[in-house]
């Protein structure tokens, strides 16, 4: 099969990657791709459906009888994660590698760094519209009584950095296949692995104690379920959470760097 289709295909994408500054070229053709795509609209469908039948049960059972809790939602959200951050980054590089695309848009005057920094903050960004939309379930927990606002911000604020450190993670596996389904798979195990950390360092803390805390300082839950889903915001947690990006961000850049130089 000859070049030119890939050239032709890739013309638009070149032009619009040259229009201004290479990374935010990436975020804004990203973001876009999102509202285009049936699955991310998929994820926020199943995941709005799923959470006002939670909401509403939530709602039910409560009846006015406990103080509304106005970081439920958010705790939710960042649960779910170990499908939904999969879902929404399995094809960002994975299609490029598997198009072909990728080695065209290197070509482009953009560093690996840049490239990956873009899509990234596109993927984050669609993730903190999908946030931002939930607020709607706090605004209608007045309805049951008086929520602490002061927790709802430490709560999303938690969840915000939780979210764009998983799909950080996440984005590694679409660099390392071209099989979206392997993506999605891979980095689905790899978060839910992290959040369960707490519960393996648990088992084993009687046994060995300091591989325990050191296990449990690396999940996700002991830097989110025991405090920011709270309401406690505390530096240590944020530092570990913009650590997680940069780390994950940083290995992604590798392996595309990787894949360039063996084209």
Do not use: C
Not at 51 to 56: A, H, P, Q, R, S
Not at 64 to 74: E, M, V, Y
Not at 144 to 167: M, N, Q, S
Request: no cysteine; proline share 4%.
């Amino acid at each position: 099969m000859s070049a030119t289709p890939i050239e032709t295909t890739s013309a638009p994408r070149a032009v619009e990657l040259g229009a201004s500054a290479p990374w935010f070229a990436v975020f804004k053709r990203e973001l876009r791709q999102y509202f285009r795509s049936p699955i991310a609209y998929g994820v926020a469908f199943a995941l709005f459906i799923f959470l006002g039948f939670y909401f509403n049960g939530y709602l039910s059972q409560v009846n006015g009888q406990l103080p509304a809790d106005a970081t439920l939602i958010p705790s939710i959200i960042t649960f779910l994660m170990f499908l939904i951050a999969p879902l929404l980054t399995m094809r960002l590089i994975a299609e490029e590698n598997r198009e072909g695309t990728l080695e065209v848009l290197m070509t482009m005057p953009m560093s690996e760094s840049q490239f990956i920094i873009g899509k990234f903050l596109a993927v984050w960004a669609y993730y903190t519209i999908l946030l931002v939309i939930s607020l709607v379930f706090a605004v209608l927990l007045n309805t049951v009584g008086t929520p602490d606002w002061g927790a709802a911000v430490g709560a999303y604020v938690g969840g915000w950095l939780y979210g764009g450190a998983v799909l950080a993670i996440t984005m590694i596996f679409s660099a390392l296949s071209e099989d979206q389904i392997v993506s999605a798979f891979l980095g689905s195990a790899t978060i839910l692995v992290l959040y369960l950390a707490n519960t393996a360092a648990s088992a084993i803390s009687t046994q060995f104690p300091a591989i325990a805390e050191i296990v449990r300082e690396l999940g996700l839950s002991a830097h989110y379920d025991a405090t920011m889903s709270q309401g406690i915001l505390r530096l240590e947690d944020v530092l570990y959470f913009v650590f997680l990006i940069i780390a994950a961000l940083f290995i992604t850049t590798r392996i595309v760097e990787i894949r360039r130089w063996r084209s």
